[in-house]
């Protein structure tokens, strides 16, 4: 009777790891589409034209990190938009290659102007500068 009760024992636990690792599976599944339904939310749609002129980013310009360097190089000329947001650049001097739509952004060509406003900075408009100290 040892032997049997051993044997029923040991069919049960090997049922109950077995259950425990469909669980992990099906958790794992779970995981994986919340995941992949977050990232597909904070996608943003980039449409682009041949003829614009991007910028692109250099993901891989870790041989000498500055603080202040620039990872976005360019600018780029778009040549041919591909579906599902491939996109053909060239440049003068690199050529033409094919890159992820996600790695561009728009160049803006010419300086940006903006309208100045005078501040006036005499202080004769304040009628007691003692109002404007700090009291203990």
């Not at 995941?35 to 904070?42: A, F």
């Not at 990872?71 to 599902?84: A, D, E, I, L």
């Not at 440049?91 to 100045?116: A, W």
Request: with cysteine.
């Amino acid at each position: 009777m040892d032997l049997k009760a051993a044997r029923e024992e040991r069919i049960l636990t090997l049922n109950e790891l077995d259950e425990f690792r469909l669980d992990t599976y099906e958790n794992a599944r779970i995981y994986k589409e919340k995941t992949k339904r977050w990232h597909d939310k904070h996608i943003r749609k980039k449409d682009f034209e041949v003829g614009q002129k991007v910028f692109l980013f250099n993901s891989r310009l870790r041989l000498f990190p500055r603080k202040l360097k620039s990872r976005w190089s360019g600018p780029f000329t778009v040549t041919r938009v591909h579906p599902y947001g491939a996109v053909e650049v060239s440049h003068k001097e690199n050529g033409t290659f094919t890159v992820n739509g996600q790695r561009l952004k728009p160049y803006i060509d010419g300086m940006l102007s903006c309208k100045s406003i005078p501040i006036r900075l005499d202080m004769k408009d304040m009628k007691d500068i003692g109002e404007w100290s700090y009291r203990l």
